[in-house]
């Protein structure tokens, strides 16, 4: 195969460089002698002739966590380069190349051409090859790039030159949290806008359901309540959205976990809640535009802010606390169990809380036995306290009811979703 060059950038001599490599990948069936036996690039030494000074170029790429600790590289023609990348050493193999080895700790990027040489065994300083788990190269490049920019003479150079904007080590900060949090939002919002035909259908069910809601149990429900029973119906398709929308965050999850997208997200220097409080976060701006949309479509079937602004606010407060609750509930099942049928169960459960509330039907109007069970339940509570916001009446009650329903589902259920992300994590299965 055609040998590839891995180059370095600018002027070799004035950092001290004075090696020139040329890279060849080991044919792809090799058979690995050991498990660990990963596998590596060749890195042939060149005469200065044949040398292409230019950008050096990475076969691989790596992730911040690959250049965390420190490395020493020992190359032939007794030169070394020490930079902060992970904690390993290359050392003699006793192969005439070289392979890594677990070593001692460095602190420091040193200019590789003011090193001391000595300590470079006879058998290194005479290899024509060097050889280099396939893993470390990308740190590698990014350690002769900053020494070849930032150093020009003897003089040790901090970890925070050698990478620029390098994060915390600590992982655990409420700092850190945010930070990460916004950034796995901003990705997670880019995944659910890509999924048109998922986010149009949380958008597209519930609009339908208002208008069959209305169009088939309209003059009923309203003659029963003395009411228009668009402030029923738009409360009850609304908290419908917001669970139907949680479904597809859950099912993503899951996909997620089983490709390993999972565990890579995981393995990152990322604050561990980071991820799934991302996915809260993307579900709770996705319940706000469908609010925002089905309460304008609702203007149509007679729904009306009655109350003025801080209850029309409040309406979309109790929207987003139950959709919250909901799908912290939903994200802690679907990292319980990669085989758990997250879509049937959480479907049936949807069903019975749209079917048996006082959005869909008066309370009085079911059997007695079940009255007190529809009363209390969460969906009722809510759609109670948005009726009253938008119409006016009392709200206290269905309001305390609501908030202790959201509240005690979100702090039953967060620890167990994070516990179960940190397995699933861990496996695929």
């Not at 076969?59 to 911040?64: C, E, I, K």
């Not at 609009?207 to 209305?214: A, D, E, I, N």
């Not at 509570?381 to 009811?401: N, Q, W």
Request: positive net charge; charged residues 20%; proline residues 6%.
């Amino acid at each position: 195969m055609v040998p590839r060059r891995p180059r370095h950038r600018g002027d070799g001599d004035a950092a001290g460089l004075q090696h020139w490599w040329r890279t060849e990948q080991p044919p792809s069936g090799r058979r690995r002698s050991r498990p660990d036996d990963l596998p590596t690039t060749r890195f042939e030494r060149l005469d200065r002739s044949e040398a292409d000074q230019s950008d050096y170029e990475a076969p691989v790429t790596a992730t911040n966590r690959t250049f965390v600790g420190p490395w020493t590289l020992l190359s032939p023609g007794a030169a070394a380069a020490d930079w902060t990348a992970e904690q390993a050493v290359l050392r003699p193999s006793g192969r005439a190349g070289a392979t890594a080895y677990r070593g001692e700790q460095l602190t420091q990027f040193t200019d590789p051409g003011a090193l001391d040489t000595s300590h470079v065994s006879a058998e290194l300083q005479q290899a024509q090859t060097v050889r280099l788990d396939v893993r470390k190269i990308a740190a590698a490049a990014a350690a002769v790039d900053a020494a070849e920019q930032e150093s020009a003479g003897d003089h040790r150079k901090d970890l925070a030159t050698a990478f620029a904007d390098h994060p915390d080590a600590s992982e655990r900060g409420v700092k850190a949290f945010l930070r990460h949090a916004r950034i796995l939002t901003g990705r997670q919002l880019l995944v659910v806008t890509r999924d048109r035909l998922t986010l149009m259908q949380s958008m597209l069910f519930p609009l339908l359901s208002m208008v069959m809601f209305k169009v088939v149990l309209g003059d009923a429900v309203g003659q029963a309540t003395g009411q228009n029973s668009a402030y029923g119906t738009v409360p009850l398709v609304v908290l419908v959205g917001a669970m139907f929308g949680s479904l597809a965050v859950g099912t993503r999850l899951i996909s997620e976990r089983r490709t390993g997208l999972l565990t890579r997200l995981y393995v990152l220097p990322v604050h561990r809640a980071a991820d799934l409080t991302s996915r809260v976060n993307v579900e709770l701006i996705r319940i706000l535009v469908s609010t925002a949309i089905l309460t304008t479509a609702g203007l149509a079937i007679g729904w009306r802010f009655n109350q003025g602004v801080l209850p029309a606010i409040g309406i979309f407060g109790v929207a987003l606390l139950y959709g919250a609750a909901y799908s912290t509930i939903v994200l802690t099942l679907a990292v319980s169990a990669s085989n758990l049928p997250l879509v049937p169960i959480m479907s049936l459960i949807t069903s019975l809380l749209m079917f048996f509330n006082s959005g869909f039907s008066p309370i009085e109007a079911y059997p007695e036995i079940l009255q007190p069970l529809v009363r209390n339940q969460p969906m009722t509570c809510a759609i109670e306290t948005m009726r009253a916001l938008a119409i006016g009446g009392p709200v206290a009650d269905s309001l305390i009811k609501t908030v202790a329903w959201a509240v005690g589902a979100i702090v039953i259920f967060a620890y167990p979703a994070l516990r179960g992300y940190r397995r699933a994590a861990a496996s695929r299965t």
